[in-house]
């Protein structure tokens, strides 16, 4: 547990200071430089001396077909760490950068997608995106599952029969072919921001049956104890009681759910988008640059590329392990 | 008997109040097919209203529905615009190798849940059920896309499998055997990719059902009669241990349609995902609704597969006590 919320906590922050550790915008292209390797950080140079400061080499296109690149040996350009890049109209002094080097050459630990943009700084940027929609999603479906079921479970009869058929309702689709048909009916082409915004409603809305239906389980158990039977007689009211008795009873329930349904709405954002239906070009997300491996030759050649695919493999394994501690702590998400 | 028609009576309702549901979400949501085309010059704005009134979209919306359920009841599903033609042609060769794919890939899937479960219920040493605990974390960990793009990868370097589509070229001239033959080459890869990612949830339920069950003092009588370890765990544990595997497999089924839409689109199975994903592109409404009630349709007849299943296995449900 203890690892998995570090490695959640390094991911997570690293996503936030995408800006700062990031070396180039994410939108910046270097036309000349399509799908380039990762740039190799050499120590030791061409005459055999170990350098204490490592440094890199410009790169330009290889003679001949094919499309590699060669290194520009007569010249070493240092790595520099805490730079600053041209002044642009929103930030006057230049961005800070954790590290970068000088131009014309460029520092591509992650290699270059088709534009020549930079991978590593894509999929900082497109973290953003991808592990904060997951999060809100999350807290917008346990939110509306929490609301509903509490309010079928605490006040029964008519409203619980209505809030648990249309649960049933909606756990008859399959969810993914129920997210696809709200994403169908919502316009086709919206800025990233919108998109990013509508992402969040549809995973967040159409998924509130379950936790609603866990929830009232659980009020359902804990309205009958003694203690809330007891505060109802002293003449507490409804809200009172849901607030003060009935609430912390859900609380473990949502937690555990919550670890449950993160990378799975990550996963729904992924899909999303690597199928053109969410955020789209060029604001980076895991989905849309996982979306030139569609390609065969990319798939094929440009291993590079499929990292935002195995940079969810952690975040999920953390996740997991993260699940299956607050199981073994404060109790099964599904009773 | 009772029981089951009462699960099928509940599963009608169900796809009733989803295709209100879905007609409403469709029919109230902004623009429809025509609308891409008032943005070009050629077509005139009576143009579009004499499309409109064609297609019946100027009718007020209850209209509409009862349109739509008459054109249910004829078996055309409403009508898709980008193809110009009734939906339900469109949709039944399509669910038909939607329902080929996920149901190998559960054959599958479970034909290899249960021995691997039930082995690792039954594994000893500590070493080896943490290798199998943490390769499992790790498989469930790989997001479905990455399996996907993986096997895709596999087939693009080897050429073992082809990669992508379900028949070959000059499918039509091969032989019945040749043709089935050359279907399940194709069928491989995404039913490979669904099995994998479905597995280790399987393998992990499978495994702590015959857990709970093992240690039971019935098993344990079992094996004191000096039964042999192949008769306790088949005939004595696995029944015990089937209730809740069949209710898993009901859910295991809605699990292998969302990821069965994923893997169709990449690997170009033509299934019900591809022609979702461009029926979504083109805005062609009655389409999208057609493909979600036939994916429900699939799913809540699977639902009570698992139904009839669990009266096969639990007497308690034969004779009604619960």
């Given at each position: 547990?203890?690892?998995?919320?570090?490695v959640?906590?390094?991911?997570?922050?690293?996503?936030?200071?995408?800006?700062?550790?990031?070396?180039?915008?994410?939108?910046?292209?270097?036309?000349?430089?399509?799908?380039?390797?990762?740039?190799?950080?050499?120590?030791?140079?061409?005459?055999?001396h170990?350098?204490?400061?490592?440094?890199v080499?410009?790169?330009?296109?290889?003679?001949?077909?094919?499309?590699?690149?060669?290194?520009?040996?007569?010249?070493?350009?240092?790595?520099?760490?805490?730079?600053?890049?041209?002044?642009?109209?929103?930030?006057?002094?230049?961005?800070?950068h954790?590290?970068?080097?000088?131009?014309?050459?460029?520092?591509?630990?992650?290699?270059?997608?088709?534009?020549?943009?930079?991978?590593?700084?894509?999929?900082?940027?497109?973290?953003?995106?991808?592990?904060?929609?997951?999060?809100?999603?999350?807290?917008?479906?346990?939110?509306t599952?929490?609301?509903?079921?509490?309010?079928?479970?605490?006040?029964?009869?008519?409203?619980?029969?209505?809030?648990?058929?249309?649960?049933?309702?909606?756990?008859?689709?399959?969810?993914?072919?129920l997210?696809?048909?709200?994403?169908?009916?919502?316009?086709?082409?919206?800025?990233?921001?919108?998109?990013?915004?509508?992402?969040?409603?549809?995973?967040?809305?159409?998924d509130?049956?379950?936790?609603?239906?866990?929830?009232?389980?659980?009020?359902?158990?804990?309205?009958?104890?003694?203690?809330?039977?007891?505060?109802?007689?002293?003449?507490?009211?409804?809200?009172?009681?849901?607030?003060?008795?009935?609430?912390?009873?859900?609380?473990?329930?949502?937690?555990?759910?919550?670890?449950?349904?993160?990378?799975?709405?990550?996963?729904?954002?992924?899909?999303?988008?690597?199928?053109?239906?969410?955020?789209?070009?060029?604001?980076?997300?895991?989905?849309?640059?996982?979306?030139?491996l569609?390609?065969?030759?990319?798939?094929?050649?440009?291993?590079?590329?499929?990292?935002?695919?195995l940079?969810?493999?952690?975040?999920?394994?953390?996740?997991?392990?993260?699940?299956?501690?607050?199981?073994?702590?404060?109790?099964?998400?599904?009773? | 008997?009772?029981?089951?028609?009462?699960?099928?009576?509940?599963?009608?309702?169900?796809?009733?109040?989803?295709?209100?549901?879905?007609?409403?979400?469709?029919?109230?949501?902004?623009?429809d097919?025509?609308?891409?085309m008032?943005?070009?010059?050629?077509?005139?704005?009576?143009?579009?209203?004499?499309?409109?009134?064609?297609?019946?979209?100027?009718?007020?919306?209850?209209?509409?529905?009862?349109?739509?359920?008459?054109?249910?009841?004829?078996?055309?599903?409403?009508?898709?615009?980008?193809?110009?033609?009734?939906?339900?042609?469109?949709?039944?060769?399509?669910?038909?190798?939607?329902?080929?794919?996920?149901?190998?890939?559960?054959a599958?899937?479970?034909?290899?849940?249960?021995?691997?479960?039930?082995?690792?219920?039954?594994?000893?040493?500590?070493?080896?059920?943490?290798?199998?605990?943490?390769l499992?974390?790790?498989?469930?960990?790989?997001?479905?896309?990455?399996?996907?793009?993986?096997?895709?990868?596999?087939?693009v370097?080897?050429?073992?499998?082809?990669?992508?589509?379900?028949?070959?070229?000059?499918?039509?001239?091969?032989?019945?055997?040749?043709?089935?033959?050359?279907?399940?080459r194709?069928?491989?890869?995404?039913?490979?990719?669904l099995?994998?990612?479905?597995?280790?949830?399987?393998?992990?339920?499978?495994?702590?059902?015959?857990?709970?069950?093992?240690?039971?003092?019935?098993?344990?009588?079992?094996?004191g009669?000096?039964?042999?370890?192949?008769?306790?765990?088949?005939?004595?544990?696995?029944?015990?241990?089937?209730?809740?595997?069949?209710?898993?497999?009901?859910?295991?089924?809605?699990?292998?349609?969302?990821?069965?839409?994923?893997?169709?689109?990449?690997?170009?199975?033509?299934?019900?995902?591809?022609?979702?994903?461009?029926?979504?592109?083109?805005?062609?409404?009655?389409?999208?609704?057609?493909?979600?009630?036939?994916?429900t349709?699939?799913?809540?007849?699977?639902?009570?597969?698992?139904?009839?299943?669990?009266?096969?296995?639990?007497?308690?449900?034969?004779?009604?006590?619960?």
């Open positions: 547990m203890a690892l998995g919320l570090a959640l906590a390094t991911v997570h922050l690293a996503a936030l200071g995408a800006s700062f550790l990031a070396p180039y915008a994410p939108g910046r292209q270097n036309r000349t430089l399509p799908y380039a390797s990762p740039t190799r950080v050499h120590v030791v140079d061409g005459a055999g170990v350098h204490l400061r490592p440094f080499h410009a790169l330009s296109e290889a003679p001949g077909p094919g499309g590699a690149y060669e290194e520009d040996r007569s010249r070493a350009f240092p790595v520099r760490f805490l730079v600053r890049d041209d002044p642009e109209p929103r930030a006057p002094e230049g961005r800070l954790l590290f970068g080097v000088e131009e014309p050459a460029r520092i591509f630990l992650l290699g270059t997608d088709g534009f020549g943009r930079d991978q590593l700084s894509r999929l900082l940027h497109g973290a953003q995106i991808s592990l904060f929609a997951g999060l809100l999603a999350t807290v917008l479906s346990l939110a599952g929490w609301l509903l079921g509490t309010l079928a479970g605490f006040y029964g009869r008519w409203l619980d029969g209505i809030v648990m058929r249309a649960a049933e309702v909606f756990l008859a689709l399959p969810w993914l072919y997210l696809f048909a709200v994403r169908a009916v919502l316009p086709l082409h919206v800025s990233a921001g919108q998109a990013f915004l509508m992402l969040v409603l549809v995973i967040g809305l159409v509130w049956a379950r936790p609603a239906r866990l929830v009232r389980g659980v009020v359902l158990s804990a309205r009958e104890r003694n203690y809330v039977l007891a505060a109802r007689g002293f003449g507490a009211s409804d809200l009172y009681l849901i607030r003060r008795h009935i609430a912390p009873q859900t609380f473990g329930l949502l937690l555990t759910q919550a670890a449950l349904l993160v990378p799975q709405y990550i996963l729904a954002e992924v899909t999303l988008s690597f199928l053109g239906l969410g955020v789209s070009e060029p604001v980076p997300s895991w989905g849309n640059m996982l979306a030139a569609q390609r065969y030759n990319v798939l094929a050649s440009y291993w590079w590329m499929w990292a935002p695919g940079a969810l493999v952690p975040v999920f394994l953390a996740y997991f392990s993260l699940s299956e501690a607050l199981h073994a702590r404060v109790g099964p998400a599904s009773p | 008997m009772a029981w089951l028609a009462r699960r099928a009576l509940h599963g009608l309702f169900l796809l009733l109040a989803v295709s209100i549901l879905s007609f409403a979400l469709v029919e109230l949501a902004p623009g097919f025509f609308a891409e008032r943005l070009d010059p050629r077509v005139s704005e009576a143009t579009l209203r004499a499309l409109r009134a064609r297609h019946g979209l100027d009718r007020p919306l209850p209209e509409r529905y009862l349109r739509w359920v008459a054109s249910l009841a004829r078996g055309e599903l409403g009508y898709s615009f980008a193809y110009g033609s009734p939906v339900a042609p469109l949709l039944w060769p399509r669910a038909r190798n939607t329902l080929l794919l996920t149901a190998t890939a559960t599958v899937a479970w034909a290899l849940a249960i021995p691997i479960g039930t082995w690792w219920a039954t594994l000893r040493g500590r070493a080896a059920r943490h290798l199998l605990g943490g499992f974390a790790l498989l469930l960990a790989l997001p479905d896309i990455v399996l996907a793009l993986a096997l895709l990868l596999l087939a370097r080897t050429g073992w499998f082809p990669a992508g589509g379900m028949v070959s070229l000059g499918h039509e001239q091969l032989s019945w055997s040749g043709r089935v033959q050359d279907v399940v194709h069928l491989a890869l995404p039913a490979a990719a099995v994998l990612a479905v597995l280790p949830v399987l393998v992990r339920h499978v495994r702590a059902s015959m857990a709970a069950v093992l240690d039971a003092p019935f098993v344990r009588a079992a094996r009669h000096g039964l042999s370890e192949t008769r306790v765990l088949l005939s004595h544990a696995l029944p015990a241990a089937a209730n809740p595997l069949i209710s898993l497999f009901g859910l295991s089924l809605a699990g292998l349609l969302s990821m069965s839409l994923l893997v169709e689109v990449v690997m170009s199975w033509p299934g019900l995902g591809p022609l979702l994903l461009e029926a979504i592109l083109a805005r062609d409404f009655y389409l999208v609704l057609g493909l979600v009630l036939a994916s349709f699939l799913l809540v007849a699977g639902n009570l597969l698992a139904d009839a299943l669990l009266l096969a296995a639990d007497p308690r449900i034969r004779t009604g006590a619960r």
